[in-house]
């Protein structure tokens, strides 16, 4: 994930030695050939009562001799990292919350629940572990929307408003999502309004590292706004549960400008690209003295983007306003990957990794939703 790139980026450019470490499956990742990257290794993917992911990692880490790790990871993985936690805690320091913190805060009902007891705002969430209670449930003048608790890559985008029409249209739908006892969704108010999203790095407590966007479309473009409300929220919220680690949130602001978190995920944002020229990253990670505390994007770092995106944009616009649209944000902003002083991880992630997973994909006569170069994969069904 181009995330991971960059914190590597940072952290060798603030005189580090970095290692490197991905699941199995993406061993062709274009950025173990950074020139950021000291060693690279692969892994096993973590699974559920099995040891060896955990293992894998504390060999490294005792390899190595690594004093800090600090994971970049998909939805599946933040969990498991918490459960090694405790093991890799022994030999180094490990930057990223416990077991309980990492459920409460993938647990959308749980942290909308958490917000309101700190008198932040918060959508209105009702837990759901059956359908019935969808067709149960006494809608008022809101709309609401359904959402997998755990991630879901592909009903994530389903936004379908709720009510429908009627009992038979509303039972129709539930039909088509996996909810359980053992799969639990909520039913969450919609609140229309500009969404945004941040990304902050916390220590006991304190915001080290914080930087918001508005939110784009699959979330490849990233231009810092400086906003002081959702910062607040943001610093009141970590403070309370004196966090350390890396979170980020999905933020709604109404037109009468109150903020909304809508989704909390507690690990990495890709939105850490906007920080691609700021030096003192690792200082803020690493909990080390800051002029300013928390650091933000500097003034003069560009927008970040990726190219084969933005160029796919171009190609298909349906209008020359739109084909200036995407030519904008090409010419005002920077690509997140490519960096001319270290430039194999452009050339490999685009030419290497993503054509490598497209042909397993085709030989093994498997689907997938669409190509994110940001996060270097195929979104897949079922994926991670």
Same mark, same amino acid.
């Given at each position: 994930?181009?995330?991971?790139?960059?914190?590597a980026?940072?952290?060798?450019?603030?005189?580090?030695?970095?290692?490197?470490?991905?699941?199995?499956?993406?061993?062709?990742?274009?950025?173990?050939?950074?020139?950021s990257?000291?060693?690279?290794?692969?892994?096993?993917a973590?699974?559920?009562d099995?040891?060896?992911?955990?293992?894998?990692?504390?060999?490294?880490v005792?390899?190595?001799?690594?004093?800090?790790?600090?994971?970049?990871?998909s939805?599946v993985?933040s969990?498991?990292?918490?459960?090694?936690?405790?093991?890799?805690?022994?030999?180094?320091?490990v930057?990223?919350?416990?077991?309980?913190?990492?459920?409460?805060?993938?647990?959308?009902?749980?942290?909308?629940?958490?917000?309101?007891?700190?008198?932040?705002?918060?959508?209105?969430?009702?837990?759901?572990?059956?359908?019935?209670?969808?067709?149960?449930?006494?809608?008022?003048?809101?709309?609401?929307?359904?959402?997998s608790?755990?991630?879901?890559?592909?009903?994530?985008?389903?936004?379908?408003k709720?009510p429908?029409?009627s009992?038979?249209?509303?039972?129709?739908?539930?039909?088509? %999502? !996996?909810? =359980?006892?053992?799969?639990? /969704?909520?039913?969450? +108010?919609?609140?229309?309004?500009?969404?945004?999203?941040?990304? $902050?790095?916390?220590?006991?407590?304190?915001?080290?590292?914080?930087?918001?966007?508005?939110?784009?479309?699959?979330?490849?473009?990233?231009?810092?706004v400086?906003?002081?409300?959702?910062?607040?929220?943001?610093?009141?919220?970590?403070?309370?549960?004196?966090?350390?680690?890396?979170i980020?949130?999905?933020?709604?602001?109404?037109s009468?400008?109150?903020?909304?978190?809508?989704?909390?995920?507690?690990?990495?944002?890709?939105?850490?690209t906007?920080?691609?020229?700021?030096?003192?990253?690792?200082?803020?990670?690493?909990?080390e003295?800051l002029?300013?505390?928390?650091?933000?994007? %500097? !003034?003069? =770092?560009?927008?970040?983007? /990726?190219?084969y995106? +933005?160029?796919?944009?171009?190609?298909t616009?349906?209008?020359? $306003?739109?084909?200036?649209?995407?030519l904008?944000?090409?010419?005002?902003?920077k690509?997140?990957?490519?960096?001319?002083?270290d430039?194999?991880?452009?050339?490999?992630v685009?030419?290497?990794?993503?054509?490598?997973?497209l042909?397993?994909?085709?030989?093994?006569?498997?689907?997938w939703i669409?190509?994110?170069?940001?996060i270097?994969?195929?979104?897949?069904?079922?994926?991670?």
């Amino acid at each position: 994930m181009t995330k991971a790139l960059q914190l590597a980026r940072s952290f060798y450019a603030a005189g580090h030695s970095v290692v490197l470490i991905e699941t199995q499956k993406y061993w062709l990742t274009g950025h173990r050939f950074s020139s950021s990257v000291d060693r690279f290794y692969t892994i096993p993917a973590p699974k559920p009562d099995s040891e060896a992911f955990t293992q894998a990692l504390l060999d490294i880490v005792q390899r190595e001799k690594i004093d800090v790790v600090v994971p970049v990871t998909s939805p599946v993985e933040s969990y498991y990292c918490s459960l090694a936690k405790p093991v890799l805690s022994k030999h180094c320091e490990v930057f990223h919350f416990d077991v309980g913190i990492t459920q409460l805060l993938d647990d959308k009902f749980e942290l909308s629940e958490k917000a309101r007891s700190l008198n932040l705002t918060a959508p209105k969430t009702v837990r759901i572990t059956d359908p019935q209670q969808v067709l149960d449930f006494e809608f008022d003048s809101s709309q609401y929307i359904l959402k997998s608790i755990a991630y879901d890559s592909v009903h994530r985008l389903d936004m379908t408003k709720y009510p429908l029409e009627s009992k038979e249209a509303m039972a129709a739908h539930l039909a088509t %999502l !996996p909810i =359980s006892e053992e799969s639990p /969704w909520i039913l969450q +108010e919609f609140i229309t309004g500009q969404e945004y999203c941040t990304h $902050s790095t916390v220590r006991n407590g304190e915001v080290r590292l914080h930087c918001c966007a508005k939110s784009s479309a699959f979330q490849v473009n990233y231009e810092q706004v400086e906003h002081p409300a959702i910062q607040a929220w943001v610093t009141t919220f970590v403070k309370a549960l004196n966090l350390s680690g890396q979170i980020s949130f999905d933020f709604i602001e109404r037109s009468t400008g109150e903020v909304y978190a809508i989704e909390c995920n507690p690990r990495m944002h890709s939105a850490i690209t906007m920080f691609y020229n700021h030096p003192d990253v690792a200082k803020a990670y690493l909990g080390e003295p800051l002029a300013v505390e928390p650091i933000q994007p %500097l !003034p003069n =770092s560009k927008p970040t983007y /990726w190219t084969y995106h +933005e160029v796919w944009r171009l190609v298909t616009a349906r209008s020359w $306003s739109k084909f200036q649209e995407r030519l904008s944000v090409i010419l005002r902003g920077k690509d997140a990957i490519l960096q001319v002083s270290d430039p194999i991880p452009f050339l490999m992630v685009h030419h290497w990794q993503i054509p490598l997973l497209l042909l397993n994909n085709l030989r093994k006569l498997k689907g997938w939703i669409r190509i994110d170069f940001n996060i270097g994969k195929l979104v897949e069904p079922g994926g991670d």
